[in-house]
Nanobody
């Protein structure tokens, strides 16, 4: 069972920045696709960004590209989400998720990910 622990959430003002961190208890070669999802109250969980930890190839939601960046540190089994130019619409619970294999076309489908963190709240005002 892979444990994922998120940190770095909190409050920010519109236009500000926040960075999220997700550390995995499993070596990255065991869980090759790491992702960030978010869920706002009353809305479905949506894919924010994913990264294939082997090559570092990234996938970012079209609406967030240019503002959000996903990266990883394989030596630390850690994935990061840098969020810039935040807006109130970014307010949500953010979750880290992991799945074996390539990210590919499934990168934003929550059902494809087997391990989830507890989530960290991001509030933008």
């Amino acid at each position: 069972h892979v444990q994922l622990v998120e940190s770095g959430g909190g409050s920010a003002q519109a236009g500000g920045t926040l960075g999220l961190t997700c550390t995995s208890s499993a070596y990255f070669y065991e869980m090759n696709c790491m992702a960030w999802f978010r869920q706002a109250p009353g809305k479905d969980r949506e894919g924010v960004a994913s990264i294939y930890v082997g090559s570092g190839r990234t996938y970012v939601a079209d609406s967030l590209r240019g503002r959000f960046t996903i990266s990883r540190d394989n030596a630390k089994n850690t994935v990061y989400l840098q969020m810039n130019s935040l807006s109130p619409e970014d307010t949500a619970m953010y979750y880290c998720a992991a799945a074996p294999g390539l990210c590919g076309g499934r990168w934003s489908r929550a059902s494809e990910f087997f391990s989830w963190g507890q989530g960290t709240q991001v509030t933008v005002s």
